[in-house]
């Protein structure tokens, strides 16, 4: 569970993403204060990861208090943008799919955790793509929509560590890091990239717009 709660905070990483393109692209209210508050929680949590990994109560401290002060951010905003983003997303539709075969449950926060390294992977590959000159197909539409925005989003992108960082992170906390050491498949990560944004249609993240819907 300590494990479990450290990845629901490295979700933060790509809800706070996602919150600023929606805000950049999708016309989505933004609180910067809030946006910080979240972001100094998480920073706290990954400068204590040793001790989190560890289990001191320091470690345990720490964890505790940036999922408390993630949830008052949310509270102070009123709704979930700054917490919750396509790596959650990704999360209930790996969940609803568990439920649906009949599979054992997976906690919360080990599939968000996991989920956070595939969406920043599925971003870098996509803004990449985008940003390409000859880009074309499904990257040429998204380089349309985010337009002159694009080189400021690939920017704050890269402000984010990337996937191998955020498995490293989750390794060092105790959990599991990659969506397979959760029983989830190659097949339903890729299914859950084309279709978890539908399962919140009132969300801008980025998946929505690589996904191309409006
Ligand atoms: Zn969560």
Same mark, same amino acid.
């Given at each position: 569970m300590v494990a479990a709660g450290f990845g629901d905070?490295?979700?933060k990483y790509t809800s706070l993403f996602d919150w600023k393109v929606g805000?950049?692209?999708?016309?989505e209210d933004y609180d910067p204060y809030?946006?910080?508050?979240?972001?100094?929680a998480l920073a706290e949590c990954v400068a204590n990861v040793e001790a989190i990994g560890d289990r001191t109560p320091a470690g345990i401290e720490t964890l505790t208090r940036a999922l408390i002060v993630s949830g008052l951010a949310m509270l102070i905003f009123g709704q979930s943008h700054s917490a919750s983003g396509a790596e959650h997303h990704l999360s209930h539709y790996w969940e609803?799919?568990?439920?649906?075969?009949?599979?054992?449950?997976?906690?919360?926060?080990?599939k968000v955790g996991a989920a956070c390294a595939v969406i920043a992977e599925h971003y870098r590959i996509w803004l990449g793509q985008a940003a390409e000159p000859q880009a074309s197909g499904p990257a040429a539409a998204l380089?349309?929509?985010?337009?002159?925005?694009?080189?400021?989003? %690939?920017?704050? &992108?890269? $402000?984010?560590?990337?996937?191998?960082?955020? @498995?490293?992170? #989750?390794?060092?906390?105790?959990?599991?890091a990659l969506p397979e050491a959760l029983g989830?498949?190659?097949?339903?990560? %890729?299914?859950? &990239?084309? $279709?978890?944004?539908?399962?919140?249609?009132? @969300?801008?993240? #980025?998946?929505?717009l690589i996904n191309g819907r409006p």
């Open positions: 905070m490295l979700g805000h950049a692209i999708g016309g809030v946006a910080k508050l979240t972001a100094m609803m799919e568990l439920l649906r075969t009949g599979r054992r449950q997976v906690l919360h926060g080990a380089a349309l929509r985010l337009g002159d925005r694009l080189p400021e989003i %690939a920017g704050w &992108l890269g $402000e984010l560590p990337d996937a191998s960082r955020i @498995r490293e992170l #989750l390794r060092i906390a105790g959990g599991p989830i498949g190659a097949e339903l990560v %890729a299914r859950s &990239l084309r $279709e978890a944004d539908e399962i919140r249609p009132g @969300r801008k993240t #980025l998946l929505r």
